[in-house]
């Protein structure tokens, strides 16, 4: 049961990912289609609109104004996505996770579809269509990230958290990974079956999500079963002795009265916890950087060095390999040292190197592939950390007194104040080239959060 949990919480971030990673690996292809010019990027074998289709839409005059549109796109993405944080933690504290989740999932499926794919079919293009449609995805895609940390966090306890978060939020850079793939298998045919692909496929792990996830391990035994004996979040709430653990239910269902609920706890209380606005304010600085990476990195290898848009996907998937290395790496680390954020600190003083020495990548995919994953480990690693182990640590600690549920709050304030920081950054065209100059200073800002409030105490 335990494997089926884990599998099946995974697959369901694996597959948003990669259908959030197909906007991002088709961009040349869109930007193309929506320019009157017959423009052939780099062998780029996609359909253009005709002549016909362009003087009746008129979407934009060159590639440069459509770049900035698509640049517009992250950023409405991006902000609709913070917003939709801050709601849909409180949401997922109230209500049934599973339901939440499928519903986020099968949403921003249909959303996707209809974007990329029907529209394309239909030869429908507008500007405020294509906005409106981003917002709604953005809302919709928010509602999952805070069900699937705080689902996790039912299921296993601080003791070894680090290890066990970091090694799961790798399904973001997975799902990139399936993402980028499946995207450049179908690329030739045109963009719009990379979104039917991925829409198709994401909605399919809704409907799974709907009926086989199990949200928490109160619904592993019989109907009936209450609160397990193990109230402290130090602990694993999970037991290999399935029979020992209803045993243990047995014999506090006859001794104790059940205990009530925990209440859900209020945004403002959450957001006034302990760790919980530095992390967020810090986070906010490194999503920046590594959301330009997301958003803008197939697209800066193609213009920038003249790879095909095939070949710069594929190459980009090296920088969330790095990411699955460093998280889980530095998350074991973190749990052998006790503390999370001495650990970050050095692995984002190294990042500062690292964006440098990207900067200067030669026209090389082997060195290239070579420096991406070095500054996927170094900040990959922390933005999955962040987003998972240490909002379950803040969703978890003391100061709530195991009396009220604060982990889907708490990690929709971090990934939406993170969001938010990011969003900041997408609306420049030459995404990779000026955040690199930025990363110095926001790194920096980073490392000055931890050592003055979390030292000492994380």
């Not at 939406?416 to 110095?440: D, L, P, R, Y």
């Amino acid at each position: 049961k335990k494997i089926g949990f884990y599998l099946k919480i995974n697959i369901s971030y694996v597959l948003l990912h990669s259908s959030r990673k197909t906007f991002s690996n088709v961009k040349v292809s869109i930007s193309a289609q929506w320019t009157p010019s017959a423009f052939q990027q780099n062998g780029s074998t996609s359909s253009l609109s005709p002549g016909e289709t362009w003087e009746e839409n008129k979407l934009f005059a060159d590639m440069g104004e459509a770049t900035l549109f698509l640049g517009a796109l992250d950023s409405i993405f991006l902000f609709s996505y913070a917003v939709g944080l801050y709601i849909s933690g409180v949401i997922g504290d109230r209500f049934n996770l599973r339901y939440v989740l499928s519903f986020g999932l099968c949403g921003s499926a249909v959303t996707e579809f209809v974007f990329g794919t029907l529209t394309e079919w239909l030869q429908f293009y507008n500007v405020y269509f294509y906005c409106f449609l981003w917002v709604i995805n953005g809302l919709l895609q928010s509602t999952v990230w805070p069900c699937v940390v705080a689902i996790m966090g039912n299921w296993f306890g601080k003791s070894g958290r680090g290890f066990v978060f970091g090694l799961w939020s790798a399904c973001a850079s997975v799902g990139n990974i399936l993402g980028a793939f499946l995207a450049s298998s179908v690329l030739k045919y045109g963009y719009e079956y990379a979104f039917l692909v991925t829409s198709v496929v994401q909605f399919a792990g809704g409907v799974v999500v709907f009926f086989g996830l199990l949200t928490s391990p109160k619904e592993i035994g019989e109907k009936g079963i209450r609160t397990p004996l193990y109230t402290d979040s130090q602990r694993p709430l999970i037991s290999d002795d399935e029979d020992e653990l209803c045993d243990e239910y047995s014999i506090q269902q006859r001794d104790e009265e059940p205990e009530p609920q925990p209440k859900a706890i209020g945004f403002l209380q959450a957001f006034c916890l302990p760790g919980v606005i530095p992390y967020s304010l810090a986070y906010a600085c490194l999503k920046l950087v590594n959301y330009s990476f997301f958003f803008w990195l197939p697209f800066y290898l193609s213009k920038n060095f003249g790879w095909k848009e095939v070949q710069a996907d594929r190459l980009s998937v090296w920088y969330d390999v790095g990411g699955i290395v460093g998280g889980t790496v530095q998350g074991l680390i973190s749990d052998l040292l006790g503390k999370r954020a001495p650990v970050l600190a050095i692995s984002l003083l190294l990042a500062m190197g690292a964006l440098v020495g990207y900067s200067h990548s030669p026209n090389n995919q082997l060195v290239n592939g070579a420096l991406l994953a070095t500054t996927g480990f170094l900040i990959g690693g922390p933005s999955n950390m962040i987003s998972s182990a240490i909002s379950a640590d803040l969703g978890r600690q003391e100061a709530l007194q195991n009396s009220q549920e604060a982990l889907a709050t708490v990690t929709g304030i971090v990934d939406g104040t993170g969001s938010i920081g990011a969003a900041g950054g997408q609306s420049n065209a030459e995404g990779i080239k000026s955040i690199v100059c930025k990363s110095c200073s926001l790194c920096m800002f980073f490392l000055m959060t931890y050592y003055c409030y979390f030292m000492c105490k994380y």
